[in-house]
């Protein structure tokens, strides 16, 4: 199983940013896919997840900004990243939980300058 994140970068505040993650080794369209974030002496923390069905959930502090979606067809997960606040500084990582093992991305650094 590999999952590649991509599409990090430095971002003022109120800006936008889409993170992407190439999923290969696994059914991807049948798994629930995560995106997580880990900030500097912060516990790693669910961000956003979207089932097989499409159905998405939020952390509450990005609902209403973050949009989380998939391509089965081409194995991409999305994280549309909009309103960004510095808050939302992170390495954000792709996760699947496949086969009773948890696997991750490389993780993507997103800054967000005030």
């Known amino acids: 199983v590999q999952l590649q994140a991509f599409g990090g970068g430095l971002v003022q505040a109120g800006g936008s940013l889409r993170l992407s993650c190439k999923a290969s080794?696994?059914?991807?369209?049948?798994?629930?896919m995560r995106w997580y974030r880990q900030a500097p002496g912060k516990d790693r923390e669910l961000v956003a997840n979207?089932?097989?069905?499409?159905?998405?959930n939020y952390l509450s502090s990005v609902a209403g900004r973050f949009s989380i979606s998939r391509d089965n067809i081409k194995r991409m997960l999305y994280l549309q990243m909009d309103s960004l606040k510095p808050e939302d500084t992170a390495v954000y990582y792709c996760?699947?939980?496949?086969?009773?093992?948890?696997?991750w991305g490389q993780g993507t650094q997103v800054t967000v300058s005030s």
């Open positions: 996760n699947v939980w496949f086969r009773g093992r948890n696997f």
């Open positions: 080794g696994i059914n991807f369209s049948i798994n629930t």
């Open positions: 979207i089932t097989s069905a499409g159905n998405t």
